[in-house]
């Protein structure tokens, strides 16, 4: 796609000579904080009366309120009315857009994601409806800069924008905001945005306490960890103490509890009650993976779940127009299979049996659609659900429904596994504003779909809204707040202290890690640790690959493999082998190849042979030794081979080197510099590297990489795109990773 360089004010201000102002409706009364409601002329022509209902129950509930109507044919004209708002006292705090409001398609920001990592540069492959983020970062988050590419060709409502290297290259919201976006297209969109609207006007005259939450654990995600599930449920109670008494109700479902467990997961959310449903699974455009298949227990089990498995991927073959009798050679072959266990795969009656069972595994938008979801808040830890360019979309199907659902959050996009999905959440139950919380959430993907000023009541006098958002520069209100009962209320301390204060902060947050006894007040310690990437943060991290809470154990032996010190490799080894969560384990042994594979496979024989004798022990230093051979074998046969290989396709060689954003061994930036740097080189794989390097924010070799991105920026016999995407990196590496939990 080829980029229009554009200042969004210059094409604001071109725009404006166009086209007439929006119509703003001014509050009807003052609060302390303002809140505005952005919508399309056709939409309010179709729903004004809904939507004046809604502001009217948004300003009895404390905030003043705007209603913005316009046309709104591009998202800069979007963008400046709110930025014209925000000049107003009181101060905005966030927005809600209604309707056909354009939306941002957002490129070569890859960084400010959890896990997208799409090639793209191959538009056959991957068209840029597909490889770019959907994301309303353009309208909260106000210092970022983007430059213009095109309107999309196919549906005039997505715009596509690329991430300005000169500008900031992490997410700091100004406001909240949130989509009232229907999962249809058709004429009855004007409805349902109609009932959302008076439903949630009427749900905000409730004063209903945060006293019931479902959590469900689900296959194939980091769950499959026991040790994982045990510290998320310890770390609930830290954040909602109250539901652990008897007038209260927290129910915790795990993937193989029951065979059954997907009617008990639709019974639990049709519950009218519910206030909080979380959801940490796997998840696609229009389902929730939940299940795996029922464990079998019998040889009669196993075998038929072989088979079924087997008749799938005859399906599949078939599906993507492939041999299935290769296919099934294939399996014969190489694992002795019978003929006979593929019989039935196109048998109409075993198909309609497999597909049977594998319904039952899973929650379609059919089976969203067939309840009346009673949780108020839905949280969807899951890849996709919140993808609103298509229709339907998951959570749009809980929102716009009969049930009581009335915000949830979503990804655009996929997401990471271990983003630390219920950081802050405990702020529910003190009443704070969904939106407000969501505020801190630092990804592109992230969003929250409904109404974000939705609250549950607070248990006590105090308004934390109203605390939070008068003492946002307080330093001493703040540190008041560090000796709180309450840990979920401390976490935000820190949160705004550091926020406040920045490094001079760090001897405080080694403080508070050292001596606090919860689990998420230390966890909010160290990650702001992370974020500065200082020598207190690196020498406390042999001390947390050790603390009892498994994910502070998951986050720092990862942390210890970007930052790359040798002396970590001892004890990275000990807590691999000994470590009791899997994850931490399987962190560990990637740390320390990041750091140096050689010395990790001397470290592995060393460390085994000191272990007192077990029957496992040659076989576990057998299987250690061996991957680390193959990760040598596949770094340095494969992929640096590939990067310095000139005879190959530039393509094949950019591959290799997008692989080290999830790969970062700490050998590597050599490399890329030695390419990035040659002029002779061609220009699209001297930006990869680029690129690759920006990955490399922890390291503690960074500020040789900040050096060469700076000359290299500077270079005016550099081509611009060279020179730009040098400037980015350089903006990375200084800046530190967007979110120090996915570094």
Request: contains cysteine; negative net charge; proline residues 5%.
């Amino acid at each position: 796609m080829k980029k229009r360089t554009l200042l969004l004010g210059a094409l604001v201000s071109a725009c404006g000579a166009a086209i007439a102002a929006p119509t703003v409706k001014a509050p009807k009364t003052i609060h302390s904080s303002a809140f505005a409601v952005i919508v399309d002329s056709e939409t309010y022509n179709r729903t004004g009366k809904a939507v004046d209902r809604y502001r009217d129950a948004v300003e009895k509930n404390g905030l003043s309120a705007y209603i913005v109507i316009d046309e709104w044919e591009r998202p800069e004209a979007v963008r400046q009315s709110i930025l014209d708002l925000a000049k107003n006292q009181p101060p905005l705090e966030g927005v809600v857009l209604v309707g056909d409001i354009p939306i941002a398609m957002i490129r070569d920001a890859q960084h400010l994601t959890s896990a997208f990592k799409m090639d793209q540069d191959n538009p056959k492959r991957f068209p840029p409806i597909r490889s770019s983020v959907p994301s309303d970062r353009f309208y909260d988050d106000w210092d970022l800069q983007f430059t213009f590419i095109e309107q999309d060709s196919a549906n005039p409502l997505l715009f596509y924008y690329s991430l300005d290297a000169a500008g900031p290259q992490h997410i700091a919201k100004e406001i909240y905001s949130a989509r009232i976006h229907p999962p249809v297209k058709d004429e009855s969109k004007y409805q349902a945005i109609a009932d959302f609207l008076l439903r949630a006007a009427v749900e905000k005259e409730q004063k209903n306490p945060l006293d019931q939450i479902l959590t469900f654990a689900g296959h194939g995600y980091n769950s499959e960890s026991l040790s994982a599930w045990e510290s998320e449920l310890l770390s609930l109670r830290e954040q909602f103490p109250r539901l652990y008494r008897p007038d209260a109700m927290i129910k915790n479902l795990y993937h193989t509890m029951n065979s059954e467990l997907k009617e008990i997961v639709l019974l639990e959310l049709s519950n009218p009650e519910l206030d909080l449903a979380i959801f940490h699974a796997h998840g696609a455009e229009d389902m929730q993976y939940l299940l795996g298949e029922t464990p079998a227990v019998s040889l009669g089990q196993r075998v038929e779940s072989i088979r079924s498995f087997l008749r799938s991927k005859l399906r599949s073959a078939k599906r993507r127009k492939q041999s299935t009798a290769e296919a099934q050679l294939h399996y014969m072959r190489d694992h002795d299979i019978p003929l006979s266990w593929f019989a039935g795969a196109f048998v109409d009656s075993v198909q309609q049996a497999d597909s049977l069972a594998e319904v039952k595994l899973d929650i379609y938008i059919s089976d969203i659609e067939s309840i009346s979801p009673g949780a108020r808040v839905m949280v969807f830890d899951q890849c996709f659900n919140g993808a609103f360019i298509n229709h339907p979309y998951v959570a749009g199907s809980y929102l716009f429904n009969d049930g009581r659902t009335l915000v949830g959050m979503a990804n655009s996009v996929n997401v990471a596994q271990d983003i630390w999905a219920n950081e802050l959440m405990g702020l529910f139950a003190h009443g704070v504003r969904i939106g407000l919380w969501h505020r801190t959430r630092s990804y592109l993907e992230s969003h929250l779909f409904g109404d974000p000023t939705f609250q549950f009541a607070a248990p006590g006098t105090v308004d934390w809204n109203r605390q939070w958002l008068e003492h946002d520069d307080d330093s001493a209100f703040w540190r008041s707040q560090l000796e709180s009962p309450e840990p979920e209320l401390r976490n935000l301390a820190i949160y705004m202290l550091d926020r406040i204060e920045g490094e001079s902060f760090t001897e405080e947050l080694v403080r508070i890690y050292r001596s606090d006894p919860a689990f998420v007040v230390r966890l909010q310690a160290i990650r702001r640790l992370a974020h500065h990437r200082n020598a207190a943060f690196m020498d406390l991290l042999p001390t947390a690959i050790g603390d009892p809470c498994e994910f502070i154990r998951r986050c720092s032996v990862a942390w210890m493999g970007d930052v790359g010190r040798d002396d970590y490799l001892p004890l990275l080894v000990r807590q691999l082998i000994m470590d009791p969560s899997t994850r931490v384990s399987f962190r560990g042994k990637f740390a320390m190849e990041k750091i140096d594979i050689q010395k990790a496979t001397e470290l592995y024989a060393s460390k085994i042979d000191a272990l007192p004798e077990v029957a496992s022990k040659d076989k576990l230093k057998e299987i250690l030794i061996h991957s680390a051979e193959r990760s040598q074998q596949w770094l340095t046969d494969d992929l640096l081979k590939r990067l310095h290989d000139d005879s190959l396709e530039v393509r094949k060689r950019i591959g290799s080197v997008r692989t080290f954003r999830n790969y970062r061994f700490q050998s590597v930036p050599q490399h890329l510099i030695q390419v990035a740097g040659d002029a002779k080189e061609p220009e699209a794989l001297r930006v990869a590297c680029l690129e690759a390097l920006g990955w490399y924010t922890l390291s503690a070799a960074r500020q040789s990489l900040i050096d060469f991105c700076e000359n290299l920026s500077q270079d005016a016999a550099a081509p611009e795109a060279v020179r730009q995407e040098a400037l980015k990196t350089h903006n990375r590496l200084i800046q530190g990773p967007n979110n120090s939990i996915t570094p």
